[in-house]
């Protein structure tokens, strides 16, 4: 598995409200991608920085969704470009399902 970070700028004088109401009208689009393990909407309105951690199969699958359309969709939305990190995960302690998820080693 790969988790993915995504960060991008904020609007000046963007609420705490204004992003939630953002991350509500995107997470029915989210729902109901197939590839997507697990995303968390984040953001810092201190640091002006708003983004996503995301749990993907792979890298590609990763990369698939955050294409030309999505990086558009930041940028008229939030008026900043996107920058992505990926990190190998191979454990996941999960407390609310009250499980580890342990990748099977190559």
Known sequence: MITEIVLFDLPKGITRAEMIAQFREAAPRWRQN????RKYMIFDLERGKG???YLW??????KRW???AFRQRIRATFGSEPTYQYFDTPV???NA???VI???AE
């Open 66 to 68: 955050h294409d030309e």
């Open 57 to 62: 199969n792979s890298v590609a699958a990763a």
């Open 51 to 53: 983004g996503g951690v």
């Open 92 to 94: 996941i302690v999960d």
């Open 102 to 104: 342990v990748e099977a």
């Open 97 to 99: 399902a009250r499980d």
């Open 34 to 37: 197939p590839d997507l393990t």
